[in-house]
């Protein structure tokens, strides 16, 4: 979990550890926790770590921090301790998506950060305990690459009928009255119940924010019971050491995979079925068009978290093994990226064009680091280059790619431009 100061810390691990031991047991007298200065000041350098744009007051962190962030903390105390504080809307901001689509992301004041921070504090290490070993997303010391790991050894022992289901605007439709009714399973205290109605009406009549602070828990909350469900799935079709149900979710990006023999027709039948059953007590409408279901013996692949999963069988032992490479649209929307800013910065000196493009190439590459990527690399390294060089050539208002005069050596130690193409296997 989120290292904090001990006080704040040894109260988390007894909370998950209260949790872990009685399944039942319902919490009270937090909310003078989520009031304490220590835990508000740990929510704001947690807010401040990482940084974002203000909110509809416009209050950014400098500000914060020239008034003195003391007085800031205490202030928002004050109002929750005499129960008058009231959150602000969040500030709607449009994210492209693909297909020339949008997400909005709700960008809170910092203030309702600091005071979602805290609330989450607290909260996190309960519901933690109920969290399911298949979930991913958005929890502490659990990462993207092991819910694709997870997948890939499903593959590897054999569970190739795949259920791939997307989810329609999940985080815009998760209903408030099922959502609280559930945290109220673990919750008994009526100020911390009250506190997080007021964060959740604040941004409509339903669905969590995205771009909250406690919004990726509350996700996970919601969905615990569709992981429950396939958790008894899958021991109840255990013999001895294998099961022949795996999954992986990583906040609505979900995959079930089963065993391909042909005796498990019958469970394939049931857990679409029952999957369908889960969603639809959540009022969670299912995207017919994307969600399908998938044989990787036919040949056929799926994408899961940004990759192409697919079942190939190996040239050295003819064993089958499971190949996952990026999506070509991550590819093309990396590469769409980077001409942006080449075209957006073609007068200025490449220097400052390679500065801009590095943060985009590394933080890119080190998520696609895993599995099959490196023809994918090889392609995207080659592209960058070819685009250095032109730009140089552009520069200087000479013709053509400049292969003789820029090497690619000098290209990596004089113009430092990025080079970490490694793939982790």
């Not at 406690?214 to 615990?224: A, E, F, M, V």
């Not at 906040?251 to 039948?269: C, E, K, S, T």
Request: proline residues 4%; glycine residues 6%.
């Amino acid at each position: 979990m989120t290292k904090t100061s001990v006080s704040l810390q040894d109260l988390r691990r007894g909370l998950y550890v209260k949790a872990k031991a009685e399944p039942s047991w319902r919490f009270w007298g937090l909310y003078v926790h989520v009031c304490k200065t220590e835990t508000l000041r740990e929510a704001y350098e947690l807010a401040r770590i990482n940084n974002g744009a203000p909110g509809v007051d416009g209050v950014t962190f400098e500000a914060i921090e020239e008034q003195g962030v003391e007085a800031f903390v205490d202030q928002i105390r004050g109002e929750l301790v005499e129960r008058t504080y009231r959150p602000l809307p969040a500030r709607r901001r449009e994210i492209p998506k693909d297909g020339g689509k949008f997400r909005i992301l709700s960008i809170p004041a910092i203030r309702d950060r600091v005071v979602q921070g805290a609330l989450k504090l607290i909260l996190e290490p309960i519901f933690e305990a109920d969290f399911q070993p298949g979930s991913y997303g958005y929890r502490p010391k659990r990462t993207a690459h092991e819910a694709v790991q997870r997948v890939a050894t499903a593959i590897v022992q054999a569970k190739t009928l795949v259920i791939d289901l997307d989810l329609r605007a999940y985080f815009d439709t998760v209903r408030h009255h099922l959502l609280l009714d559930k945290v109220a399973k673990r919750i008994d205290d009526r100020d911390v119940m009250h506190l997080l109605k007021l964060m959740l009406t604040a941004s409509g009549k339903q669905g969590v924010p995205q771009g909250g602070v406690i919004s990726p828990l509350l996700s996970n909350i919601y969905l615990n019971e569709v992981d429950q469900m396939l958790e008894r799935a899958k021991e109840a079709t255990r013999e001895g050491k294998y099961t022949y149900v795996a999954y992986a979710r990583f906040a609505d990006d979900l995959v079930v995979l089963i065993d391909a023999h042909p005796r498990h027709a019958w469970l394939f039948r049931a857990m679409t079925r029952r999957l369908r059953e889960e969603f639809a007590k959540l009022q969670v409408e299912i995207n017919e068009e994307k969600s399908r279901t998938v044989d990787l013996a036919c040949g056929e692949s799926f994408g899961f978290l940004g990759f192409d999963f697919r079942r190939i069988r190996s040239i050295r032992n003819k064993a089958w093994r499971p190949q996952y490479t990026p999506k070509l649209k991550k590819r093309t929307a990396l590469l769409r990226k980077l001409k942006d800013v080449f075209r957006r910065h073609q007068s200025q000196p490449v220097d400052r064009v390679v500065e801009l493009i590095n943060p985009v190439l590394r933080g890119w590459v080190n998520y696609f680091a895993v599995g099959h990527s490196g023809e994918c690399f090889s392609f995207v390294k080659s592209w960058v280059e070819k685009k250095v060089r032109r730009h140089m050539e552009r520069s200087g208002k000479r013709r053509g790619f400049g292969w003789k005069r820029w090497s690619s050596r000098w290209l990596y130690d004089e113009l430092k431009l990025f080079n970490g193409y490694r793939v982790c296997r």
